[in-house]
């Protein structure tokens, strides 16, 4: 079993070039996550969809947008990417919205570098 | 604010007993959760509490108060294979989970 994909593990990306992370789970979970992790710093969510066709902000949603087109797929798109946006990324899912009683599981993470 | 406190490193030797402790300050409370991760991995769970208490899981047990916002992990017969990052998290009454910064566990020989 799969789990959770992400793709690309790294990336260096020019500043005002836009790019997508995807993220693809084969768990058929309800609700998937996006967070950004940076030294120092606990994971911070970025957007988040508690099932198909809805998704919400997180406590650092500006620069990035999300779709969920279907269950398996939550993609994140950086439209014009700063600096500030270095980071590692994490797409994370679980059976229940929100994490609220169930454990998340997450992906292996991508690695982006903007300069 | 909501707020998640933990030591940002610790140091124990292999086959000791260590405890991470995490304080949180958050609008409500849903259960507390936390994650093992391994440098350059994803976070992994390791324990969920929700009611005060102890909760054991082989060499790993984490205890819960929420009248104090406290709880610890415990890691008992520690391995190297136990040097990593512990995240604590929080649900809070939206049902989000904050995290903590981690805490950094170094095992020596």
């Known amino acids: 079993t799969a789990g959770i994909t992400q793709a690309p593990t790294s990336q260096i990306l020019a500043a005002g070039r836009s790019m997508t992370l995807r993220c693809t789970q084969d768990?058929?979970?309800?609700?998937m996550y996006w967070y950004r992790q940076d030294l120092g710093l606990g994971l911070r969510l970025i957007h988040y969809?508690?099932?198909?066709?809805?998704?919400g902000k997180g406590e650092v949603p500006d620069g990035y947008s999300v779709s969920r087109a279907n269950t398996d797929d939550f993609p994140l798109t950086l439209a014009s990417a700063v600096p500030s946006q270095t980071s590692v990324y994490f797409c994370?899912?679980?059976?229940?919205?929100?994490?609220?009683?169930?454990?998340?599981?997450f992906g292996p993470g991508t690695r982006l570098t903007v300069l | 604010g909501q707020n998640i406190d933990q030591p940002t490193e610790m140091t124990a030797t292999e086959g000791a007993i260590v405890q991470i402790n995490c304080t949180y300050q958050t609008s409500g409370f849903n259960g507390l959760f936390w994650y093992q991760q391994h440098a350059g991995e994803a976070p992994t769970f390791l324990s969920y509490n929700v009611l005060d208490g102890l909760e054991e899981k082989g060499r790993f047990s984490s205890f819960l108060s929420r009248s104090k916002g406290y709880s610890y992990l415990l890691l008992k017969e520690l391995q190297m294979k136990d040097s990593a990052s512990y995240l604590c998290?929080?649900?809070?009454?939206?049902?989000?989970?904050?995290w903590g910064a981690g805490t950094k566990l170094i095992i020596k020989p």
């Open positions: 994370a899912s679980s059976r229940l919205p929100s994490g609220g009683y169930g454990e998340q599981f």
């Open positions: 969809s508690n099932t198909a066709g809805t998704t």
């Open positions: 768990m058929r979970h309800n609700a």
């Open positions: 998290a929080v649900t809070d009454s939206n049902y989000q989970l904050i």
